[in-house]
């Protein structure tokens, strides 16, 4: 006599029934984790991106390799900061060392001690104060007229695109490829004999309105201008702002990199030019420190001249910091849209 099997019960069943069930089926069961998938597909596809470089994972793992190339990344190191800053380095501890100890023992660290009064010297006696304030007058004008002409320039062929601005784009490029000396007879009557108005010799005004023309930074600009989201300009017009509120309020603020590197190229072109304020300012009391200090140097002790010389360098180095921060910092959005 066979006998069949009881069949299950109903609180037998349910576990079975539900461990057979997919865990989406059942009602407050989390699914299934996925990470280690995820993290294995991540891998694979960082793979390639990590081998694109000269030398291979595999290869870095070697000793010889890894600590050749970290020497070799060390070294070059060495030699870029000797040779960028060593000069510099240099000229500061000329400038407050006695003459014969330059002359005699350069390199030596102060064998008889330090000469501040180079400085004083320099400063006072040999007037490099009065210099130094011709040169910074004439860099301030030169960046304010080429900061107002690159980004006028540059709004109008980038921005408002008008039907000439291609015409236009055309001839500012055209006038980079004529070389600057084949200009400097024609711009120099042109500063003597001036269409309207007097002379501009002797006259800051000769070397500020030459120095804004900088078709260079007209298409520097227009440039960065044309890699502006185009969106933002046009909800603007729609909100009802004209071609200055525009230009003021959302591209000024969007261009802070472009204006640090038009900064910088201004003020160091107008704080190392010799040839043209030599030209158009012959009077020695509105010469700037690049045309005076080899005037001076016949005649000026060489203690003094290396600390005018360390005088000289305090702005370009101090652009140069101040523009290194916008660079990095890369703020061109920062002032336009609004979070």
């Not at 540059?154 to 055209?174: D, F, M, Q, T």
């Not at 472009?258 to 003020?267: H, K, N, P, R, Y």
Request: net charge positive.
């Amino acid at each position: 006599m066979t006998t069949t099997d009881p069949m299950p019960t109903s609180s037998t069943a349910a576990p079975a029934a539900v461990a057979a069930l997919p865990a989406a089926a059942v009602p407050g069961a989390s699914p299934p984790r996925e990470r280690p998938a995820r993290r294995g597909r991540r891998r694979a596809e960082r793979a390639p991106e990590e081998q694109r470089g000269a030398v291979s994972a595999l290869e870095w793992r070697r000793t010889s390799v890894r600590f050749g190339l970290r020497g070799a990344h060390l070294l070059l190191l060495a030699l870029l900061i000797v040779w960028g800053i060593g000069p510099l380095v240099l000229l500061v501890k000329f400038a407050v060392t006695p003459t014969q100890d330059i002359l005699r023992t350069p390199l030596a660290w102060f064998p008889n001690g330090f000469a501040w009064e180079n400085l004083t010297e320099a400063w006072t006696d040999v007037r490099i104060s009065h210099y130094f304030l011709n040169s910074v007058l004439l860099a301030l004008g030169a960046w304010v007229c080429q900061i107002v002409v690159a980004t006028t320039g540059g709004y109008v062929l980038s921005v408002l695109r008008p039907r000439y601005a291609k015409a236009l784009n055309w001839a500012v490029l055209a006038t980079l490829f004529i070389p600057a000396v084949v200009l400097l007879v024609p711009l120099y009557l042109t500063i003597l004999r001036p269409p309207v108005g007097p002379s501009l010799l002797n006259s800051y005004w000769a070397v500020w309105l030459p120095a804004g023309a900088s078709a260079f930074n007209v298409v520097l600009v227009a440039r960065f201008f044309d890699s502006l989201p185009r969106e933002v300009f046009e909800a603007a017009r729609v909100d009802g702002a004209g071609s200055f509120r525009l230009f003021w309020s959302i591209v000024l603020p969007m261009s802070k990199p472009i204006l640090g590197v038009v900064s910088v190229f201004a003020v160091i072109a107008s704080w190392k030019d010799f040839l043209w304020p030599l030209l158009v300012l012959p009077n020695p009391d509105l010469q700037p420190l690049s045309v005076r200090l080899p005037a001076l140097q016949a005649t000026t002790d060489l203690g003094v001249l290396m600390a005018a010389l360390a005088i000289s360098t305090i702005i370009p180095v101090l652009v140069f910091l101040l523009a290194q921060r916008l660079f990095l910092r890369g703020a061109g959005l920062g002032g336009a849209v609004k979070g």
